[in-house]
């Protein structure tokens, strides 16, 4: 009967093609509840066919003409087997899955007096390396769709009006969805090729979808999810020291395909860990992973995100080689009255096991969009998702496509901008402010009032007004012009400039800079003290540390990217310099402190200011950093940074006698810079130089190798300065100097062992930093400090040692790194 079966499939198939036919369906549990993003698989089958039920439990799986036995399987449910017969019409196949049956048999393994989940563990750690390497290639097809959905989300924020412009009022609503489907392929050590042949995001028509297939390798002893989340990354249930975190309690076993699979519950020992809590099961005897359940929480040191949910669950691909088949990660978000929870749904099919992979395939570009993947119609889309749309879903594609046609409309844009480009008092005083004309693809900016107005003894009360318009032409090519007003009240000095950048390149950024005009400059042209920090600083304590000059000036500088990972800039600017001084001796503060006042120039390094003089100045800059990852759009590539340290080689000449200029020098540095994530240790960053000059017969103080100090409570770039060196004590223009800058921050490392510490997530830093350019003038500092405060804030305290030893120790205050140019 059954062969006869099988020829009546055949001839019908022959009639009617072999194109495939949807089987479909919904999954639910035993009580009649709907399974979310259950697995549906094809016995037997090579490459592995199935696919993925939805969050209402409804699945669709294509298949050509034949006979068929479907495997329906959930975490934490009994599979159930059903054969059917695939003929000319669709098939609707319906699952009932019963909660599984877990058997308390007694288990005879090890210590009789312990729990046996801990014997299983231990066998599976004992085979974690096996299973970890056992697949040395693969390459397989990949289907993504992500969606967060907003539950709340506040009025204002820092006093600005939140306004989605997505055409919804409600406070519930859909604020990201994607579709991906592309090829994955691995080969090791480490290398990957994501090749993405079609994409959508909803209502962004020229959008790309979310398109990491990568997943979570619980077969790692640690797991790296994401740095946002924790750059320590989690320890996994089944690591080599696995036993040191967790407890295991066996809740029972059942069978699946004639194999006894263990069902362990995990549970952290200690909170404020990075570890994971839930559910493994373990395939008995060969001590593999059948399918996890697991969560992460804040008390798993876990930033950004409350809670993340993990569900796998793996397949046979071959006799003796099981993947995963699906990956659902939960995420629930909920920060700064934003309430936001979200699915991301991953199904691997097709597995090609020890592919042979042309010579070149795997290259630096690890993720490509090809050409017209975010074009595919909507007929397209019906036909090859392996996992259904959800109701909310499909009403989200079709209103925001529609949304987005109106929203292309020029009047519709200059509507939207006008109820939003209004000035607001936190913009005014302390952020600044940006007005968009979407319309025209332009943008016109101002800095705040706490950059605009500020004090210092030359110029008086002063202002800095600099705003700036931009223009997008395209995903490539846009323009950004910044005119410049600066008017000093004491000395009376009008400055006005203007500089103008053009970006462009598909490959590579390449920009072209012109500036000119006259303006005030630091003597440190890398401007290490901040206008606003200086002016409470002279008013209310009598430090007046910026020194300044005047200079009329006209700049060029051209960035290029060459190939991959080199970037070079070249730049000639030319200054005609003018000395300025005090004219302003306005102070608030404690009389006896006026004394601190010092004249326009460094007095610990010279004893008068310079004269004036003019300096043409010629520079070049080449940066590499070997091993540089990409992402590849059909209309640019995106750097997506290396494991390897980052190179800079940079030359500049002061040319004497040209368009009238008295410098002549040579200056060179060389430095490397990189940052190591020790994992659970937490991440080492450093930056290493050394420079010096060639030829220094004629230097200015502008031209010395400043090194980069800070005097004030506020900290200065970190990894780039001195937080209690003088500015321009140790200043240089010896033939050699060296400079390092080291920090570690154990991100929760020790302090989750603190009983308050670890409940605010605060986490300890440490470091140094140093110069030398010889035995008379060198300077050392070492830190320890605490950071993750209110998330955004870092304390350090520092001690300062100078030539004759223990200089100073102060507090600084500045932003975790990230954050405000740190």
Same mark, same amino acid.
């Given at each position: ?684 960053? =450093?930056?290493?130089?050394?420079? &010096?000059?060639? #030829?220094?017969?004629? +230097?200015?103080?502008? *031209? !010395?190798?400043?090194?980069? @100090? ?68 060198? =300077?050392?500092?070492?830190?320890? &400090?605490?950071? #993750?405060?209110?998330? +955004?804030?870092?304390? *350090? !305290?520092?001690?300062?040692? @100078? ?20």
């Amino acid at each position: 009967m059954k062969k006869f079966l099988a020829l009546f499939v055949f001839l019908i198939g022959l009639l009617f093609s072999v194109q495939a036919l949807p089987v479909s369906g919904i999954v639910k549990d035993d009580n009649g509840g709907l399974l979310p993003y259950a697995s549906v698989i094809v016995k037997d089958s090579e490459p592995v066919k199935g696919t993925t039920a939805n969050k209402d439990g409804k699945y669709i799986l294509n298949l050509p003409a034949g006979v068929y036995v479907l495997h329906c399987m959930h975490v934490g449910y009994k599979m159930v087997e059903q054969e059917i017969v695939v003929t000319d019409q669709p098939l609707e196949i319906n699952f009932t899955l019963p909660l599984q049956e877990l058997t308390l048999q007694e288990i005879v393994v090890g210590n009789r007096t312990e729990d046996p989940a801990y014997e299983i563990i231990r066998q599976t750690i004992k085979k974690r390396l096996f299973f970890k390497n056992q697949v040395n290639a693969f390459q397989c097809q990949v289907y993504i769709k992500g969606h967060l959905k907003l539950q709340d989300y506040p009025s204002t924020i820092f006093g600005q009006k939140v306004d989605l412009a997505d055409g919804d009022s409600g406070k519930s609503r859909m604020i990201y969805l994607s579709e991906t489907i592309a090829k994955y392929s691995f080969q090791k050590p480490g290398k990957e090729k994501v090749e993405v042949s079609s994409t959508r995001v909803s209502g962004q028509s020229g959008g790309f979808g979310f398109g990491s297939p990568r997943y979570v390798i619980f077969y790692d002893n640690n797991i790296q999810i994401s740095n946002a989340l924790n750059p320590r990354g989690f320890i996994s249930p089944i690591a080599d020291n696995a036993l040191n975190f967790y407890r295991y309690k066996f809740m029972g076993s059942f069978s699946e395909n004639g194999k006894l699979i263990d069902h362990i519950m995990v549970i952290p020992k200690r909170s404020y860990e990075p570890l994971f809590s839930g559910y493994i099961n373990i395939v008995e005897n060969e001590w593999r992973i059948h399918s996890v359940d697991l969560m992460l929480t804040k008390k798993s040191q876990m930033e950004l995100a409350d809670t993340l949910r993990i569900e796998h669950l793996y397949v046979p691909v071959t006799k003796d080689v099981w993947m995963i088949h699906s990956q659902v990660v939960y995420p629930s978000v909920k920060i700064f009255g934003f309430d936001a929870k979200g699915s991301f749904v991953t199904v691997y099919s097709d597995y090609k096991i020890e592919p042979s992979f042309e010579k070149h395939f795997f290259t630096n570009t690890i993720l490509t969009y090809d050409t017209g993947s975010n074009k595919k119609s909507n007929t397209y889309w019906d036909t090859v998702r392996p996992v259904p749309l959800l109701k909310e879903e499909i009403t989200d594609y079709r209103r925001k496509d529609s949304l987005e046609i109106v929203q292309q409309d020029p009047r519709y844009l200059d509507s939207l901008d006008r109820k939003k480009n209004r000035f607001t008092v936190s913009g005014i005083l302390f952020f600044g402010q940006t007005f968009n004309r979407q319309s025209k693809k332009s943008s016109l900016g101002y800095p705040p009032l706490i950059e605009i107005a500020n004090f210092n003894t030359v110029e008086g009360f002063n202002l800095n007004i600099a705003p700036t318009y931009a223009r997008n032409f395209s995903a490539t090519r846009s323009v950004a012009i910044s005119p410049t007003l600066r008017y000093g009240f004491s000395n009376r000095h009008l400055n006005t400039g203007l500089s103008v950048e053009y970006r462009f390149g598909k490959v590579t950024l390449n920009s072209l800079e012109l500036a000119g005009g006259r303006s005030v400059f630091q003597l440190n042209n890398e401007n290490p003290v901040r206008p606003i920090v200086n002016t409470y600083n002279t008013l209310l304590f009598g430090n007046n540390f910026l020194k300044i000059y005047e200079a009329a000036y006209a700049e060029a500088s051209y960035t290029r990217g060459v190939g991959e990972a080199i970037t070079i800039k070249a730049r000639v600017s030319y200054q005609d310099r003018m000395p300025l001084e005090n004219t302003d001796d306005t102070f608030w503060g404690n009389p006896k402190n006026i004394n601190r006042r010092t004249p326009n120039f460094p007095t610990e390094l010279v004893t008068e200011n310079f004269k004036r003089h003019q300096a043409l100045v010629t520079a070049i800059t080449v940066s590499y950093r070997p091993g540089t990852k990409y992402i590849r759009l059909p209309d640019r590539k995106i750097n997506l940074g290396s494991k390897y340290p980052g190179f800079t080689l940079s030359y500049a000449k002061g040319i004497n006698g040209v368009l009238g200029s008295d410098i002549d020098f040579d200056r060179w540095k060389f430095s490397v810079k990189d940052e190591i994530n020790a994992r659970l240790a937490g991440m080492f960053e =450093y930056n290493l130089s050394v420079g &010096g000059f060639f #030829n220094s017969r004629r +230097i200015e103080l502008p *031209d !010395y190798q400043h090194f980069n @100090g800070n005097r004030m409570l506020v900290a200065t770039e970190y990894l780039n300065s001195f937080q209690l060196a003088p500015y321009y004590a140790r200043s240089t223009t010896e033939k050699i100097y060296a400079t390092f800058n080291v920090e570690h921050h154990f991100n929760g490392f020790l302090t989750n062992k603190i009983p308050g510490l670890k409940i605010l997530n605060l986490h300890l830093l440490g470091g140094a930093n140093a110069f030398v350019v010889n035995k008379s003038n060198h =300077y050392f500092e070492a830190f320890c &400090g605490v950071e #993750n405060i209110f998330k +955004i804030l870092r304390i *350090d !305290y520092v001690w300062g040692f @100078g030539n004759q030893g223990f200089q100073s120790a102060a507090f600084r205050i500045g932003f975790r790194k990230g954050l405000v140019g740190n």
